[in-house]
C-alpha cells in the first residue's frame, strides 16, 4: 500500500515539474503547443485555462519589457553622427554612367529650339 502512495506521489511530482516546466516555457510557446504538452497530464478544463491565460500574460510582459529596452537603446544612437563617422572611416567608390540613345537626345534639342522661338 505504501508503494502504490509513493508510485502516485512520483507521478504527481513528475506531473508537477511539468507543468512548472511548460509555465516557464510556456511564455515561447503558441497556445496550440501548450496544448499537446499537456494533453497527457489530463489537466481540468480550469487548470488549462488558468496556464493558457498565464502563458499569454507571460508573453505579453515579455515583449512590453523587450520593446521597452529595444526603444531605449534605439533613442540613444545618434544615426546622423554614425553615418557620419562611418563615412569618415571607410572608402568609396561610386561609378556612375549615364547614357541617352540618340531619339532621346534628339527630342530633347528639337524641345530646346522650339522654346528659343
Known amino acids: 500500500m505504501e508503494n502504490n502512495n509513493q508510485d502516485g506521489n512520483s507521478k504527481m511530482g513528475e ?3 511539468k507543468l512548472l516546466a511548460t509555465g516557464i516555457s ?3 510557446m503558441t497556445e496550440e503547443s501548450i ?5 497527457d497530464m489530463q ?3 480550469e487548470t488549462l485555462a ?4 498565464g ?3 507571460s508573453k505579453d510582459e515579455l515583449m512590453n519589457r523587450v520593446s521597452k529596452e529595444v526603444i531605449a537603446i534605439i533613442s540613444k544612437i545618434d544615426f546622423v553622427k554614425e553615418a557620419s ?4 572611416e571607410h572608402k568609396f567608390r561610386i561609378v556612375a554612367e549615364s547614357r541617352g540613345d540618340q531619339r532621346t537626345r534628339l527630342q530633347l534639342h528639337r ?6 522661338w
Open 50 to 53: 488558468l496556464l493558457l491565460q
Open 55 to 57: 502563458a499569454n500574460r
Open 111 to 116: 524641345r530646346q529650339r522650339r522654346q528659343l
Open 15 to 17: 506531473a508537477l515539474k
Open 85 to 88: 563617422r562611418f563615412a569618415e
Open 35 to 39: 496544448r499537446r504538452m499537456v494533453s
Open 43 to 45: 489537466l481540468p478544463k
Open 26 to 28: 510556456a511564455a515561447f
